[in-house]
């Protein structure tokens, strides 16, 4: 077989499963069908004007432009007042590993104490719920790595226990990781690669 065609072949699955469709529906927020708003809106537990997401608790607060907001629009998860929740289910496979990412910044308003500004990501994978602070200042980028138990797996964010000024969600995205073999076969692939791109070089 010609050993470009080979490599190709190595080489295109593995770099494809390496990105990793994405599982989370509408993780930046900007898919909402209430009312247009300036600084930020109240959803109430059981609201169904944010695409995907299930909000539960008391409430949350859409935001953008200001209370801490991310990237157009993000989610203030002490809404008004809170606590709240908001949450979706994942169609994952039994024993695969994923990747949790989200950006993680916070309402620096006047209820600025650190249970307020506590998000926790309930238990993935049967492990035990995480914790993150949002309280330091600016946007930080948080990621947790679980394999998945269920078909059906809850990704479900909540505030902290009171207050209007919460932790601030955005840009939420779970994507499979590679198995190792994977891994191999891509750089299998990509070495393959090389050497017909040196063999194919011209003589000088
Ligand atoms: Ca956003």
């Given at each position: ?56 608790a008391t409430s949350v607060d ?13 989610i203030d998860m002490l809404g008004t007042p809170g606590p709240g ?21 916070s309402n620096?308003g006047?209820d600025?104490?650190?249970?307020g500004k ?41 505030s902290g226990p009171s207050g209007y000024s919460g932790s601030v ?36």
């Amino acid at each position: 077989m010609n050993k470009l065609l080979l490599a190709a072949l190595i080489a295109a699955p593995a770099l494809s499963f390496a990105a990793g469709p994405e599982l989370v529906v509408n993780g930046s927020f900007e898919q909402y069908s209430g009312a247009s708003f300036s600084g930020f809106a109240k959803l109430a537990a059981g609201s169904s004007l944010l695409t995907g997401w299930t909000v539960g608790a008391t409430s949350v607060d859409i935001i953008k432009g200001n209370y801490g907001a991310v990237s157009g629009n993000s989610i203030d998860m002490l809404g008004t007042p809170g606590p709240g929740s908001v949450a979706q289910t994942l169609n994952t496979v039994i024993g695969q590993t994923y990747w949790l990412q989200f950006d993680l910044s916070s309402n620096r308003g006047g209820d600025n104490n650190a249970a307020g500004k506590e998000l926790t990501v309930a238990g993935l994978g049967g492990g035990a719920a995480q914790s993150f602070s949002a309280l330091t200042a600016g946007v930080s980028h948080q990621s947790y790595i679980f394999t998945a138990d269920s078909t059906a797996t809850l990704l479900k964010f909540s505030s902290g226990p009171s207050g209007y000024s919460g932790s601030v969600l955005d840009n939420v995205s779970v994507t499979a990781v590679p198995e190792p073999q994977t891994y191999a076969l891509m750089l299998a692939g990509l070495a393959a690669m090389g050497f017909v791109a040196r063999r194919r070089k011209p003589a000088q």
